[in-house]
């Protein structure tokens, strides 16, 4: 098992720049998450989806969108990056509940 | 709304010491709480779970965390330290609203846990 699966590993964008961030998971969870990790923030939620065909915003969600495509995938989007965005950012999946997440190993986008 | 404060951005400790790092959180519901650690350009593992039962929680690598509900603490702690537990921590408290589909993870700002030779 792969577990959760991030692609890709390090982006460089120009500002203004479009990119989508895609991920994977083979655990057959409902739940998947979008985070992203800044020094001294932790991790803030963008994004998640309770379960496919559902989507919704977590404490950061200006400047993306996340389509859950199934129930393995879930991505995020940048329609146009700004320099604000330069981050660490992870895509997690649990099965719901008060059950644990499990965690990609992270993207690390910079946008100059 | 629940959220998680970890009341030490570093801690330093000496391999062989005890370590302690301090979690409390706020929550309206019965919280679910997890500590998670993430190692150098890693991603985050999970050390352990509170989720009502027991209230002391064993987890990988001698870790273990009391769930303190009349101080709203979940603090972390070993009996000595490693080189191998320097890392950053992350205390997390589960917001799942009654009802909910899934729960939001709410992360602390993260302790530096370093270990000195």
């Known amino acids: 098992n792969a577990g959760v699966t991030q692609t890709p590993k390090f982006q460089v964008l120009k500002t203004g720049q479009s990119m989508t961030l895609q991920c994977a998971q083979d655990?057959?969870?409902?739940?998947m998450y979008w985070y992203r990790q800044d020094p001294g923030m932790g991790l803030r939620l963008i994004y998640y989806?309770?379960?496919?065909?559902?989507?919704d915003k977590g404490e950061v969600p200006n400047g993306y969108n996340v389509s859950r495509l199934n129930k393995r995938e879930f991505s995020l989007r940048l329609e146009s990056a700004a320099p604000s965005q330069t981050s660490v950012y992870f895509c997690?999946?649990?099965?719901?509940?008060?059950?644990?997440?499990?965690f990609g190993q992270g993207t690390r986008l910079t946008v100059v | 709304a629940q959220s998680v404060t970890q009341l030490d951005s570093h801690v330093s400790v000496s391999e062989g010491t005890p370590v302690l790092l301090r979690c409390n959180y706020s929550s309206s519901y019965s919280p679910s709480l997890f500590w998670y650690v993430q190692h150098p350009n890693k991603g985050l593992q999970l050390l352990l779970k509170?989720?009502?039962?027991?209230?002391l929680v064993k987890g990988i690598n001698g870790f273990e965390a009391e769930f303190k509900k009349s101080e709203t603490s979940f603090h972390l702690t070993k009996p000595s330290a490693h080189m191998s537990d320097a890392a950053e921590y992350f205390c997390?408290?589960?917001?799942?609203?009654?009802?909910?589909?899934?729960?939001?993870?709410?992360f602390g700002t993260g302790t530096l846990l370093a270990v000195q030779p």
């Open positions: 655990m057959n969870h409902n739940s």
């Open positions: 997690a999946s649990s099965y719901g509940g008060n059950t644990e997440a499990f």
């Open positions: 997390v408290v589960s917001d799942l609203r009654a009802g909910g589909a899934t729960n939001k993870l709410i």
């Open positions: 989806s309770a379960s496919e065909g559902t989507t």
């Open positions: 509170y989720t009502s039962a027991a209230t």
